[in-house]
């Protein structure tokens, strides 16, 4: 933190007040306010990278010709130690999302999947050749079985059937290694409502650790994870495919339904256990965290037979 002084000093800036956001986070993260030497006011999210956990440095570098049109980004320091800083979008969609009426969460879904589908239709032959590549792995699937079975010993309602059900989700479909039927495009990786932000009158998206080349779904299917209604899923899913077709990113749309399907199942399988980890650290209560379940493993069971149908 000592550095964020000297580092604004060099941009001809003067530190003011700095306040640590609160969270579970990759490293530490402050709000930072700033002032020029011609009296202008700055406010700026700084987040410095704890050790082992900079890959969105990394990330920022190779790409930052794609990222920076979606994000505010302002700086980044490579030199030890390793930080961003951004300019301070307010709060995340997230805080306010939940509680806001059908016709305003429709609006903000449609700001949000318009910038989705802005991001998958890049031109990204040029990319750098180290930008890596998303593969459905096993690790979901192995942190949700570990949840769940935690959570089983401290409290009744969490059924032991629903590792089973997903476990056999998973084989059933192949999931693991499941290979992308869609084009690979730039996807950011983590778009759950936190990481989004409305301001200016758009859609930002902060922290690009996981931003890969994968199938657009792999994306869309995460942003769906905060949608708590069937309803809006559907509606998020019609806006989206004709977004992408205004973007002129044509799919096939048969393998469009097989990778919404499959990625569906493994972020709601990864969202299960990170849900689960914000019950144990205190983050939810147990009313929460039964509502939440209840809802994924149900969207588990109907995303496989909507899919087994189709297979048919
Ligand atoms: N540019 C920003 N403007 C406003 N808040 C921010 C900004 N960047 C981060 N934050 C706050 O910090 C939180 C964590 O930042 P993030 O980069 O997503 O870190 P992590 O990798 O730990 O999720 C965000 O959810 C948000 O509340
Ligand atoms: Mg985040």
Not at 292 to 303: D, G, N, P, Q, T
Request: proline letters at 3%; glycine letters at 2%; one cysteine or more.
């Amino acid at each position: 933190m000592k550095h964020v002084y000297q580092r604004l000093h060099n941009k001809g800036l003067v530190l003011k007040n700095t306040k640590m956001i609160k969270g579970a986070h990759a490293g530490y993260i402050y709000r930072v306010t700033a002032e020029s030497e011609y009296g202008r006011q700055y406010s700026f999210v700084y987040k410095e990278f704890a050790k082992g956990r900079e890959n969105e440095i990394e990330i920022m570098e190779m790409a930052s010709h794609y990222i920076s049109p979606f994000s505010k980004m302002n700086e980044i320091w490579n030199d030890s130690p390793p930080a961003i800083l951004m300019e301070d979008l307010g709060r995340p969609v997230k805080t306010t999302f939940s509680n806001a009426t059908l016709p305003e969460k429709e609006l903000t879904i449609k700001r949000i999947v318009e910038r989705l589908a802005e991001l998958h239709s890049l031109e990204t032959s040029h990319i750098d050749k180290r930008f890596p590549i998303h593969r459905i792995t096993a690790e979901s699937l192995e942190w949700c079985s570990d949840q769940l079975s935690k959570l089983h010993f401290h409290v009744k309602w969490a059924d032991t059937k629903w590792i089973k059900d997903i476990k056999y989700a998973y084989e059933r479909l192949g999931l693991i290694d499941y290979i992308a039927q869609c084009p690979l495009v730039f996807t950011h990786g983590d778009p759950h409502l936190e990481n989004i932000f409305y301001h200016d009158k758009q859609m930002w998206f902060i922290d690009w650790e996981w931003a890969a080349m994968s199938s657009p779904l792999r994306d869309f299917t995460i942003m769906l994870q905060d949608l708590y209604d069937p309803y809006l899923i559907d509606y998020a899913d019609t806006y989206y495919t004709e977004q992408l077709r205004k973007n002129n990113l044509t799919l096939d749309m048969e393998s469009y339904q097989q990778d919404f399907y499959h990625f569906y199942i493994d972020h709601t399988t990864m969202m299960i256990a990170w849900e689960v980890e914000k019950y144990f650290q205190g983050l939810h209560s147990e009313e929460e965290i039964k509502k939440i379940l209840l809802f994924k493993v149900s969207e588990i069971s109907r995303a496989l037979n909507n899919l087994m149908k189709r297979n048919l």
